[in-house]
């Protein structure tokens, strides 16, 4: 926990203790008294005075639940009070552009979606934010008019420098720093910053704390999209490193001799090896659609007999086997989990995955469990919607007194 | 920070704080009051009252520093009482044993030193545990009457089950369960238990907090042995995984066509590539010693221009380039420290290794630097006290009050 300065103790643990109960509520709720005294270790008088607090600010509120305690009595719940509280989320991917209300509690409430025009995508950020503001509008505009906007979060398919969230465009476009999020803010008009994460990081985020990896410690998230993006939990937290551009494991070389040419200027990294140009090619199907209905196409043809479809297939899934291995000798997660276009290719390719798994990662490090994203195409969404609830999680008072009425 | 039920939030909180001086003191001391108040974020008045408590518990002293302070007063600062208080180290590695007492502060204050006999390394706990428990006694009976022993930490050169500090033995010697720790603790009868962790863990604890890795949050250790450890600090702490065999990097497959076996059954491992066999063989040189004798002599060789050496040398830099630059991609860390027989292996190769990070790094994150241990052999055993110091540095009063007089 970090002392600021001038805070009485009390004053300091308070802040930390609202947040962890409104957290609890946040992500886990309806949740009893008795059950986050419980999970936070406070005594119920504590949990009492904290929740008078929430309650107060009109954050949560609290009601009876089905069940009944032991005095025969409904026992209370507290629940978020997701009507009247939301962020937007924004979602920008290679191919389409998403916007979401989602209410306190996770519920997405709203969304909006466009396609996105792949062929020019290193320059289309006035369209982008354009597309993107114009959802938010009608966003705030159809929400009820006693419900407060908490903040804006954004996901982005592209390496975010840490200090400033520049979005340094990936290897795919070339190198190119677009400040995306303060122009969608401004854009907005809402008076409240953007905040801005990677795809990849965010979808691993989503499915740490409402998806497939509920309750794992250790959690490593591989993102399908033209590349191949990570975002990895180690200890419970994002890992970002220095700059903001950790687990970029679609750069990882598992191929050094023989290896496809990357778009990152090297060859032989899984991302030219599992990437949709690489599957596509290896399935004779360069000529049609890209994106998620191409790589859900050759799933399907693999599916119904496609001999060339399969072979692709199995390669691409024994290329994914060797980097999912590595990655588990390197992180010992409890759990891996595919999403984006690897969400489909896992389910086609599991075997070969397995295979390799088996192979190459240490006998004392393979009860891990492999999956597909449980939030699949939303996940990134509702990785940029935690966020932005992360500012209010932190400090639930401070923020609302910073929250425009 | 974890609550305490029946802790009052002050107490809580002063524990707490009372811990964070002593760590300052023990790894930057001596430090100043003013120097403490401005590094955790507390006021004068509260840095005094805590001082006063960690040296009525004769923990740490303060006495004038050499400049002066601005009433041309000189300044007083606070240093931790090494000469009172000590742990015993301990370092299994596979070709020597060692143990040290280590003062609170963390001077080495006496070591000792033997050869293990490598041939029998799985079969030989009986004879390991009675040389480092009579180093352990030696140590004891040589410290000064009024010293106290604040515990025993141990470095072990296999996977160690997190749960119960297991020592699952490495792929090397085929998977044994050794119950070391307990057996080490019996047999020195000092009525302490003795921490355990994997060698390359605790070298990156080290090279961390007291050596070439002062002052970043995201560094990466590789250390060689017989084989290639690794140890990795994500956002300031040692990763460690579900079951505490995170950053097994020397089982990272870079080679997966034309790779050399590996012991752990797979074949290209990094371990395989660039670990003591492949040096040695390539060098022409396995009839010879091995362990660091070995690889310094293929160094040494290279440097008098035996061609041969040199080539093996370029051979296992090259692989080793790739796993480093596999590793910066995926940990985008500040630094990339190389240790035990990867301290001299490094020096050679640095050209062939900075080469691989050129071609193969993602651009955004080449900042990264690459450097030889500061601590060298000594990183596990410093790794090792470290671990026997956490306890006291969490909560010192408390720690305190378990130790026998």
Known sequence: MSAVKGDTPQEEIRRHHLGAVLRQVHL????????????LGLNRSTILALAARLTAAGLVC?????????????????????????????????????????????????????????????????EVVGVLAGFGR??????????RCLGAGASYCGLIRAADGMVRLAPNVGWTDLDFAPALSRRLGLGTPVAIGNEAHLGALAEHERGAGVGHRNLVYLHGDVGVGGGIIVGGRLLDGDDGYGAELGHMVVNPFDGRPCNCGS?????AEVGEAALLEAAGRTGGPGGRAGVRAVVEAAENGDE???????????????????LINLFNPGIVVFGGTLNDIYQSAAPR?????????LPVSRQVELRTSALRDDATLVG??????????????DALARTTP
């Open 353 to 361: 995955i397995h295979a390799r798994v088996e192979a190459n990662v």
């Open 384 to 397: 940029a919607a935690e966020l932005a609830f992360s500012r209010i999680l932190a400090d639930p008072l």
């Open 62 to 126: 609290e009601e009876a639940s089905g069940a009944t305690g032991r005095a025969g009595r409904p026992s209370l719940v507290m629940r978020p009070e997701s009507g009247r509280w939301y962020v937007l989320a924004f979602d920008v991917a290679v191919d389409r552009l998403a916007a979401a209300r989602v209410g306190l509690g996770g519920p997405v409430l709203e969304r909006r979606e466009a396609p996105r025009r792949r062929s020019r995508y290193a320059d289309d950020l006035d």
């Open 28 to 39: 886990a709720g309806p949740v009893s008294r008795a059950a986050l005294a419980n999970r």
């Open 138 to 147: 009608e966003l705030v505009d159809a929400a009820p008019r006693d419900a």
């Open 267 to 271: 060859h032989g990294c899984l991302e």
């Open 308 to 326: 060339t479809a399969r072979q692709a297939l199995d390669r691409v899934g024994d290329w994914l086997g060797i980097g999912v291995a590595n």
